[in-house]
């Protein structure tokens, strides 16, 4: 008995090695071959300063920069996570039109209806890092009348960074289209 005990506490510890160690090791080597990036973190910096990763979401709230989805977490990558919300839910109606009023006041050309959900309601993450595109092109006046600038190089910059993923409507990084914005313009 005492060496079937010691051949079972043997394969165990074989098995825990292979599927923890063989696990992370499959994980490693798919990311580095099919992941973003190489699965590595992509950062941007400005001006010789790290600003952010590129796949975490960040809050702007400067009307000369695009403004990015509302996070349930505040931007807090540590505890990724949603409100738990219901759609119908009082206290949910009631943040998501307080986030309308003020998104109307800094876009005064903006009827009430035409204010993109996504940028009055947290991703699933509250990390999401993209916009889609028409939540960037509705934001495009505000920016230009802050930077001094045409509509037409904003339109254009948010055209070129513009990501298509299959089977979605285009979508844009929002850390990356204001690390180009700032870039161009300062």
């Known amino acids: 008995m005492k060496t079937d005990l010691i051949k079972a506490f043997k394969l165990t510890l074989a098995f825990c090695l292979l599927l923890s160690v063989g696990y992370i090791g499959v994980l490693w080597m798919f990311a580095k071959l099919e992941g973003p990036a190489n699965g590595t973190v992509e950062m941007l910096s400005v001006k010789n ?3 952010g990763a590129v796949l975490v979401g960040q ?3 400067r009307n000369d920069l695009f403004w990015g989805r509302p996070s349930a977490v505040d931007y807090k990558a540590d505890g990724s996570g949603g409100s738990n919300y219901g759609p119908d839910n009082s206290e949910y109606l009631a943040i998501v039109k307080k986030r309308i009023d003020k998104f109307l006041i800094a876009h005064p050309y903006l009827k009430r209806e035409e204010v993109p959900a996504e940028l009055v309601t947290a991703s699933g993450s509250g990390l999401d890092p993209h916009i889609p595109v028409k939540a960037a092109y509705v934001q495009i ?4 009348d802050a930077r001094h600038l045409s509509v037409t190089p904003l339109r254009a910059l948010v055209d ?3 990501e298509k993923p299959i089977g979605g409507p285009s979508v844009v990084n929002v850390l990356k289209l204001n690390v180009n914005l700032i870039k161009i313009t300062e």
Request: no cysteine; glycine share 0%; hydrophobic share 45%.
């Open 49 to 51: 300063r790290e600003v």
């Open 59 to 61: 809050e702007f709230t």
């Open 160 to 162: 070129e960074l513009a």
């Open 141 to 144: 006046e505000r920016v230009a």
